[in-house]
């Protein structure tokens, strides 16, 4: 079985595959629902789900914005349109997900 990030980059790679419509608003409803389903089935939340619960608040920052949006609605505001909101949202994903890795192994619990 998949990993959530594999997962992810397995919908970069073939978005319209997955999502139906190569677009941001899809990726976020497929992974809301992909959450629902897990919780819904009662699967425990693995350590990348614990992780990518911090990429809204890593998104904020990143945009330097306050106010109560879902990281999608952020992502699409700062582009141009639909198609280029999902190609930012895999740029922004790699960025985090090597903060994420750089900050584990700086942890002194990972040492």
Request: proline share 5%; net charge negative; aromatic share 16%.
């Amino acid at each position: 079985m998949l990993d959530l990030y594999d997962l992810i980059r397995n919908i970069q790679k073939r978005p319209a595959m997955y999502l139906g419509q190569a677009d941001l608003t899809h990726l976020g409803a497929f992974l809301s629902g992909y959450f629902f389903a897990r919780r819904q089935s009662g699967i425990p939340e693995t350590q990348q789900e614990k992780e990518f619960s911090e990429f809204q608040d890593w998104v904020e920052k990143k945009f330097n914005v306050n106010y109560s949006q879902p990281w999608e609605k952020i992502i699409r505001f700062f582009s141009p349109d639909e198609t280029t909101s999902l190609q930012q949202f895999f740029v922004l994903f790699q960025e985090f997900t090597e903060v994420q890795q750089a900050h584990s192994v700086s942890s002194p619990i990972a040492r």
